[in-house]
Structures are given as C-alpha cells and as structure tokens.
C-alpha cells in the first residue's frame, strides 16, 4: 500500500511562476525523499529531509517537514520549461534499511 | 560511472512465457531493488535486496523471483509471464541514503 500521497496530481503553471507540490504519509518516518521522473526516464534523487528537520533548500528546491501532520511540501522557485516531470515524494520507515515507499507522483507542466 | 544499468530495454512476451530481467550498478552499493511502475499507481516494491546473500519479498512478489548474484547484479524473474504484468520495472541501488534509478524495461505481456 502507497504510504505517501502526492497533492496535486497534476499542476500546469507558465515559466517563471513558482510550483508547489503536497506529500501526506501515514506512518512515522526516519527521512523523506523526493524524486524527479522525466517522461521515458528513471527516477533522479533530489533532496532528502530527515525526521527531525524542519526545512532544507537545495538550489531552487526548498523541502519542508511537518512530522506532526506527517506532511511534507516541495518548492520549486522561478520554473523552467526543463522542470516540467513527473515528482515522487518517498519515505523511509523507522526500522533500519527499509526500503523507500513511493507515493503516486505530481505531473507537473511548466509552460514557456 | 554508468550507474545503474538495466537489460533489455524493452521486451514483447507471451503469456506463459519467462524471461530474467536484469540489473547491475558499479557504484559498490549494498543495497537493490526492484519495482514496477503501473499507470496511476505509482512505484510499488517487488523486491529487495539489502545486502549480498540476502532478498526480501516486497509488497507485490507474486509471479516475481530475483537473484542476487552478487554485490553487482540483482536479476528479477518472470517464470510464466501474465498480462498483469505488463508494466515497466525498474531496478535501483543505495548505500545509506538516496537511490539510484537505471532507465528501466518496458514489458508489455500479449
């Protein structure tokens, strides 16, 4: 069963506007990762964010946690065209070497 | 680096037929794994493998058996192929945090 949900499924924005992207989970978690798929490819590792930290910036990525509703949010700052993939929220469970569970995924489309 | 390599890159089978899919990454990691990605359904675990020597089911194993041949290559087994099947997989590595992704095999089951 998926322990992460994505919010939205989809967003279309125009190039230059900031896109937001939501990731509920339900159960508590050591880290939370997102990744980035581009159409036909494998997934790429962006930013991963530890339990106990709060928020995390990774270039035009900022990443934060809220472990009390167990939700996590993605910022992608001024979008490109190039931004435009597919973005999976995934967590790591409290035992040690779980494997990551994925949620569903945000489409999203940036517009030039 | 080639990362984490995956073959073939696409595969037409019959239902009943079997075929190995297979993974090796050169970066020294520990740990793989093998997923498959459905329409609207997300990443969902097929296997693991945590360390050379050992895999573990994960959440759809039916119809799926792997070998870790060692610390390089996890190979995934379809032994009677079925239309549910039809997906693409992806194989992935880590070592502490992060995963490594190859580009896939798209497996389409007639």
């Known amino acids: 069963s998926q322990q992460g949900e994505e919010d939205p499924q989809a967003l279309s924005i125009q190039e230059g506007e900031n896109a937001t992207m939501n990731c509920s989970y339900k159960t508590s978690i050591n880290n939370l990762q997102w990744y980035r798929q581009n159409s036909g490819r494998g997934l790429v590792h962006l930013i991963l964010?530890?339990?106990?930290?709060r928020e995390k910036h990774s270039g035009r990525l900022r990443v934060t946690l809220d472990t009390s509703k167990k939700s996590s949010s993605l910022l992608i700052t001024a979008s490109r065209a190039a931004d435009t993939a597919s973005y999976f929220c995934a967590t790591e469970g409290l035992s040690g070497n779980t494997p990551l569970v994925f949620g569903k995924g945000t489409r999203l489309s940036v517009i030039a | 680096n080639a990362g984490v390599t995956q073959t073939p890159k696409f595969q037409v089978l019959k239902t009943g037929q079997s075929m190995t899919l297979q993974c090796a990454q050169d970066?020294?990691?520990?740990?793989m794994y093998w997923y498959r990605q459905d329409p609207g359904m997300g990443l969902r675990l097929i296997y693991y493998s945590a360390s050379e020597g050992t895999t573990d089911k994960g959440e759809v194993p039916n119809g799926y058996n792997v070998s870790r041949l060692n610390k390089r290559e996890f190979s995934l087994r379809l032994e009677s192929a079925a239309p549910s099947q039809t997906s693409v997989y992806f194989c992935?590595?880590?070592?502490?945090?992060?995963?490594?992704f190859g580009s896939g095999t798209r497996l389409t089951v007639v």
């Open positions: 964010i530890r339990s106990n930290e």
């Open positions: 970066m020294n990691h520990n740990s």
């Open positions: 992935a590595s880590s070592e502490n945090y992060g995963y490594t």
